[in-house]
C-alpha cells in the first residue's frame, strides 16, 4: 500500500468508525509505529485534516464539525469514496466483467479498481471472495473483438472518423462506409455504436459484432449534439427506436401478468396505469414494431393489443404461423 492509498484508509477508518487508536491503525495499514505517525502528522500539517487525539477513548478522530471552515467535513484532493461506494464500484466492476468478455472495460479500470481494494485494505485473497459474491447471468450475448471495442471508443473519445466494413443481416450484404461515432450503448448484453453515417447522411445505430473490419481515419468527427441524438434514436422502442414517425403501442396486461410488468421499464417515455380489474394498461412509443413483437410474444396470451389494428395483426399472424409449426 502506497503513502496516497494510505491516507485514503486512514480516513475512511476515522470516517467509518469514528475514534481509533494507535494500535489499530496500525494494524490496518501495516506499517510501523515511525510511518504511521509520519502520516498523520502529513495529514494535518499539509493537507489541513481536522485529525485530534482523544485522551479519554485513547484514539484519533476528526474533529467534531463546527461553523470553523477549519473543522468543517474534511475531504482528500481528488477521488473519494466511502466504504459502501467503494464497495458498490467493485461490484459494478464484477457486473463488467460478465458483460465483457475481452476483458476490455475491465483493463482500463483495473488500476482504478487496485487504488480501491488499498483503499479498503483488502489482500487480493478476500478481493477474489468479494469478486465470488456478484453472480452475472447473461443470455444471447453477441461477442465483440476486443480490437473493434477499443479502436472505436478511442475514436469516439478523440472524436474521430472511422472506416467501416458492415455486414447488414436483414439482406445479408456488405459495405463499406465512413462514419462519425457519436455514442456507444450497451443493450441487452450487445455493443452497438451509434454514428453519423456520411454515405447515408444521417444517424445510423451499428451492431458491434458485425463490424468486420474497423480503421480510424485521421478526419475530424462530425458533431451531433446529445439532445438530436436522442430524438432521432430513442424516440421510438427499443434498438430499432429510430424513424421519423413514433407511434404508440397499448398493451393490457393479464392480472397475473401485471404483478410482474408494472415493476418493468420498457421505454423511458412510457405510460401506465391499473385498470380496476387488477389488469395493467403500458402505453409505448414504437417506429419499428420489429422488437416490441418480439417482447410482446414472450408474454403470450398474458398481454393484448389494444387499438393498433396493425400491430395486432401482425402479432397474431406470427401466433398462428407459430402454432403452425407444433400442429
Not at 468543517?72 to 464497495?87: D, N, V
Not at 469478486?131 to 478511442?154: C, D, N, Q, W, Y
Not at 462514419?179 to 444521417?202: F, I, K, M
Not at 393484448?304 to 401482425?314: C, H, I, Q, S
Request: glycine content about 6%.
Amino acid at each position: 500500500m502506497d503513502r496516497t492509498e494510505r491516507f485514503y484508509k486512514i480516513e475512511l477508518l476515522l470516517r467509518s468508525r469514528g475514534c481509533v487508536s494507535f494500535d489499530a491503525l496500525q494494524g490496518e495499514l501495516a506499517v510501523s509505529p515511525a510511518t504511521l505517525k509520519r502520516d498523520l502528522q502529513y495529514l494535518r500539517d499539509r493537507l489541513a485534516a481536522p485529525i485530534v487525539y482523544d485522551r479519554f477513548d485513547n484514539g484519533y478522530r476528526f474533529e467534531a464539525a463546527t461553523d470553523n471552515a477549519k473543522t468543517a467535513r474534511h475531504e482528500l484532493p481528488g477521488m473519494w469514496f466511502s466504504e459502501k461506494e467503494i464497495h458498490a464500484l467493485l461490484t459494478m466492476h464484477q457486473l463488467m466483467a460478465g458483460l465483457d468478455d475481452d476483458g476490455v472495460l475491465s483493463r482500463h479500470l483495473q488500476p482504478m479498481l487496485d487504488k480501491l481494494q488499498g483503499m479498503l485494505g483488502a489482500d487480493e485473497s478476500e478481493a477474489r471472495e468479494l469478486m465470488r459474491r456478484v453472480k452475472v447471468i447473461s443470455t444471447a450475448r453477441r461477442r465483440v473483438p476486443s480490437r473493434h471495442f477499443e479502436l472505436l471508443g478511442s475514436a469516439l473519445v478523440q472524436r474521430k472518423r472511422v472506416w467501416l466494413r458492415y455486414f447488414k443481416r436483414s439482406d445479408r450484404s456488405v459495405s463499406e462506409r465512413e462514419v462519425s461515432p457519436q455514442r456507444l450503448v450497451n443493450y441487452r448484453n450487445t455493443w452497438y455504436l451509434d454514428a453519423w453515417c456520411h454515405a447515408s447522411e444521417g444517424l445510423r445505430r451499428f451492431a458491434l459484432d458485425a463490424v468486420q473490419e474497423a480503421r480510424l481515419l485521421e478526419t475530424r468527427a462530425r458533431h451531433v449534439a446529445v439532445k438530436e441524438l436522442e430524438a432521432d434514436l430513442d424516440a421510438g422502442y427499443g434498438i430499432y427506436g429510430g424513424g421519423a414517425k413514433v407511434k404508440w403501442a397499448t398493451l393490457v396486461f393479464s392480472a397475473e401478468a401485471a404483478q410482474w410488468v408494472a415493476n418493468e421499464e420498457w421505454h423511458a417515455q412510457q405510460k401506465a396505469r391499473w385498470l380496476d380489474d387488477g389488469r395493467y394498461e403500458l402505453q409505448v412509443p414504437y417506429s419499428d414494431p420489429t422488437e416490441l413483437a418480439m417482447d410482446i410474444l414472450r408474454h403470450g396470451d398474458s398481454v393484448v393489443v389494444a387499438g393498433d389494428k396493425a400491430l395486432a395483426a401482425a402479432i397474431a399472424e406470427r401466433l398462428k404461423n407459430a402454432a403452425r409449426l407444433y400442429a
